[in-house]
């Protein structure tokens, strides 16, 4: 699963291109960047984070889209009660609606 350009907002000005740190992406000058190695993808974030228009989505992969639940391994501790929130929130942001 591939990170997804939302033509009609993106202005071509090639940050996704630059900050990927697995050079998935191709880019030509005044063109929408084009997704040429989905595979990849470490899916890191980093196109999303760093799109000035939110013109980049990541759809992850199931398994990445599970957090742990309460049910199955008991409360977290105090510290890592916020960090799982974090997460949760994270892949709510990455994901496709």
């Known amino acids: 699963m591939a ?3 939302d033509q009609n907002l993106c202005h071509c000005c090639g940050i996704c291109y630059d900050i990927c740190p697995q050079d ?3 880019f030509q000058e005044n063109e929408i960047p084009t997704v040429d190695y989905p595979e990849e993808c470490w ?13 980049v989505r990541l759809r992850l992969p199931l398994p990445m889209r599970i957090v742990p639940s309460p ?14 929130r974090k997460a949760a929130a994270f ?7």
């Open 43 to 55: 899916y890191c974030g980093a196109c999303v984070l760093d799109c000035p228009v939110e013109a």
């Open 24 to 26: 998935i992406f191709g």
């Open 71 to 84: 049910a199955n391994y008991g409360e977290p501790g105090a510290g890592q009660a916020a960090e799982l």
């Open 3 to 5: 990170p997804i350009i």
């Open 91 to 97: 892949s709510r942001s990455v994901t496709e609606s």
